[in-house]
Structure formats: structure tokens, C-alpha cells
């Protein structure tokens, strides 16, 4: 009886301390969620969306009723234990679901929940998004912890899980999402550092504006020296943005900044065509004005998954030297692949400008592409603001 007694305490305990601040699960904007380390045992609080549930909604109106609950209360317990694990090392600790619960929230389902209307319950009753209550067993204190899950939704603002966990006086914050499903807490600076690298390279190799407005750096360079003050420029610039972004000292909407970067493709393609004589101080200004904005675009990525939570600088330095590293990546390759075409058809590469100060024909035609594609970002983008204002 005593264990037991302790056992409940120690249980009532966690999950107060888990569940403070968050207030009830309808009052919550997406999915969230804490953890906390009490002894050996990890105490979970999850809102989980109940689109992202299977076989649960028996009205298909992506709401849990009181009903449905009561009905389904085995499997919605087995499902969260299956899809929602805290792991110690390679070894998924056991789970145990104390309480579930499904307040009605009268808000409206979005757009793209596809309800069936004729079976959609009269006044909107139940809960888009029901609250778990959970324990989960460790076996040594202080252990590295990961934790991975599924449980996301289908609509927009159920596609991620911000979690807090907190163990004695550390606390860190992490944002999983169907693409990032899983996170490991408590990662020394080295693991943290690397780990943010790849991230950096990544986002510069998949993004295809950042790269197309480097492809306008390049055609329209002189030579090495060229090249290299214009992408200092280039780096300098963004690295403040960026750094200040996401420490918080400056806060720009998408809304204009997305636009804004395709607008800085047309301008640099249209440099390259029309003012291919301009001075290389001038052109570095305007490389370093978009380089300011291009920051502001890699923060706003960056921003979904957030800073580490304990090591802030140095996930930043990781993000940043990731995005450089892509960028020199980038334009190594586009360099080496410019003068074997060259080499193979007999004659100087096709990019830069000849011994009159001409753009080569390669120069030309990639900068016209680069103005057209761009352009087209810039209208899809505006459109698109335009049609949600």
C-alpha cells in the first residue's frame, strides 16, 4: 500500500507540474505538449488532434464526442502508447495512459477537414483535439532522452507538436512535424552544433530561390575575385538577418518577404542584362540590401523548427555555417560544371563577361531565365497574398 500510495503521489505530482500552463486542451491554438522528469519517471501532457486518430470519429466531423470517447477509450489509449514513445537510448521506455480527456470546443473545423454534413452533430459538440495524460517508466536518472511520434493531423495547424521538456533546472523546447518526427533532448553542444550544419545545407540545397538568385551572382561575374566579394557580400548580409530574426531583435511577415526575394532575382537577373558595366561597390550594396532580405527568408524557415533550447548560439552558428557551406557547395559545382561544358565544346566557359565587357551568351540566356522564373515566383507570390488578405 505505501508504494502504491507514493507511486500515485509521485504520479499526481508530475502531472501537475506537467499540465501547469497549458490550461485545457480546447484553449490551446495546435498541437502542444509537455514533459517532465520526476524521479525516475517522465510525465507527459499531449494535445492530440483527433484527425489524427484512427477509427474513432464514427461521424466523421473530425470531433471526439463524450460519446465516442466512452466508446472508444481502449483503442484511443492504445494507439497514443504506440505512436507516441520517449526512448532511452535505442530503448522505448514503457508508457502508461492515466487519464484522457475531450472537453467540447464550439470553434469551427477548417477548411480541408472534409466533415460529413449529414451525419455532423447539431451545435458542433466535442473536441477537435482531446488531452492525454501519461507516465512513462525510466530505468536511470539522467539519461539521454529522445522522444518520436506520428500523432499529427490533417489539417494545417495540426501538422506539429511543440514540446517543452523539463528535467530539474534545464528546460528545452523542441517543434516535431511529419518531416522531423522525432528529436533528441539534452544533446551535448557538438551533437547540436552538427546536427544544425546539415540542416543549413539542407534548406540551401532544396531551396530553389536562394540557389537561382546565387545563379545570378555568378553569370554575371568578372572572375574569381568578383565572384568572392560579391558572395561576401552576400553571406554578411544575411548572417545579421538571420541571427537577428531569430533571436527575436527583428520580426518580418512572409507576407512580404517571400515576394521580396523573388523581386531580388528579377532585379539581380536584370542587372546582369541591362547594367552589366555597373561598378562592383555599387553592385556589392545591392547584393548586401538582398542578402538582408534573403536572411530574413532563412529565418522564416528556420523558425518552424526553432533554436535549440539550451544551446541557442551555437545551433544558430550551426544553421548559419550549414547555409554557407551549401551555398560554396552550390557554387563550386555550377563552376566546375560551367567550365567541363567549355572544356568539351573547345572554347572558355559561357558565363561572365568577355574581354569587352559583354555578358558570354550562356550569361545571357541564364539570366533571362533566372528574370523569367523569378518573375513568376513574384506573381504567384503576390497573388497569393492578395487572394488570403
Known amino acids: 500500500m505505501a508504494a502504491l500510495r507514493t507511486f500515485w503521489v509521485s504520479a499526481l505530482g508530475g502531472l501537475l507540474l506537467a499540465a501547469s500552463g497549458l490550461g485545457h486542451a480546447h484553449l490551446m491554438p495546435a498541437q502542444q505538449g509537455t514533459i517532465n522528469i520526476v524521479g525516475p519517471a517522465a510525465y507527459v501532457v499531449l494535445a492530440v488532434p483527433v484527425s489524427a486518430m484512427v477509427g474513432v470519429d464514427d461521424n466523421r466531423d473530425s470531433r471526439l464526442s463524450e460519446a465516442e470517447l466512452q466508446t472508444h477509450r481502449d483503442p484511443l489509449v492504445a494507439q497514443v502508447i504506440a505512436r507516441f514513445g520517449i526512448l532511452e537510448g535505442d530503448v522505448r521506455t514503457p508508457a502508461q495512459v492515466l487519464q484522457l480527456i475531450a472537453e467540447p470546443d464550439e ?3 477548417a477548411a480541408g477537414a472534409a466533415p460529413a454534413p449529414a451525419l455532423a452533430p447539431q451545435g458542433g459538440a466535442g473536441a477537435r483535439y482531446f488531452l492525454v495524460l ?5 530505468s536511470t536518472e539522467g539519461a539521454a532522452l529522445a522522444v518520436e511520434t506520428d500523432l499529427f493531423g490533417q489539417l494545417a495547424d495540426e501538422k506539429q507538436l511543440t514540446l517543452k521538456l523539463s528535467r530539474g533546472t534545464d528546460t528545452e523546447a523542441a517543434v516535431l512535424t511529419p518531416l522531423r518526427p522525432s528529436h533528441q533532448f539534452f544533446q551535448p553542444a557538438s551533437e547540436v552544433f552538427l546536427h544544425y550544419v546539415g540542416i543549413g545545407v539542407e534548406h540551401i540545397v532544396l ?11 555568378m553569370v554575371g561575374a568578372r572572375g574569381w ?3 568572392f566579394a560579391l558572395l561576401t557580400s552576400f553571406t554578411l548580409a544575411h548572417s545579421v538577418t ?3 530574426s531569430l533571436l527575436g531583435w527583428v520580426q518580418a511577415s512572409p507576407a512580404w518577404v517571400e515576394p ?10 536584370g542587372l546582369n542584362l541591362f547594367r552589366a558595366e555597373m561598378a562592383m561597390r555599387r553592385r556589392m550594396a545591392i547584393v548586401a540590401a538582398c542578402g538582408l532580405l534573403h536572411g530574413l527568408g532563412f529565418a522564416g524557415a528556420m523558425a518552424a523548427m526553432g533554436l535549440h533550447g539550451i544551446h541557442k548560439t551555437t545551433s544558430l552558428l550551426g544553421f548559419n555555417v550549414g547555409i554557407e557551406l551549401g551555398q560554396a557547395l552550390c557554387v563550386v559545382l555550377a563552376l566546375g560544371l560551367a567550365h567541363l561544358t567549355g572544356w568539351l565544346m573547345g572554347r572558355v566557359p559561357a558565363l561572365g563577361l568577355d574581354a569587352h565587357g559583354r555578358h558570354r551568351a550562356g550569361a545571357t540566356v541564364a539570366s533571362w531565365c533566372a528574370m523569367g522564373l523569378g ?6 507570390r503576390l497573388g497569393l497574398f492578395v487572394g488570403n488578405a
Not at 531551396?207 to 545570378?216: A, E, K, R, S, V
Not at 518573375?375 to 504567384?380: H, I, N, Q, Y
Open 107 to 109: 470553434r469551427p473545423v
Open 225 to 227: 575575385r568578383y565572384w
Open 242 to 244: 538571420l541571427a537577428a
Open 375 to 380: 518573375g513568376f515566383w513574384l506573381l504567384e
Open 260 to 269: 521580396g526575394i523573388a523581386a531580388s532575382i528579377v532585379l539581380m537577373a
Open 207 to 217: 531551396g530553389w530561390d536562394h540557389l537561382l538568385f546565387l545563379l545570378t551572382l
Open 134 to 138: 501519461m507516465r512513462h517508466s525510466l
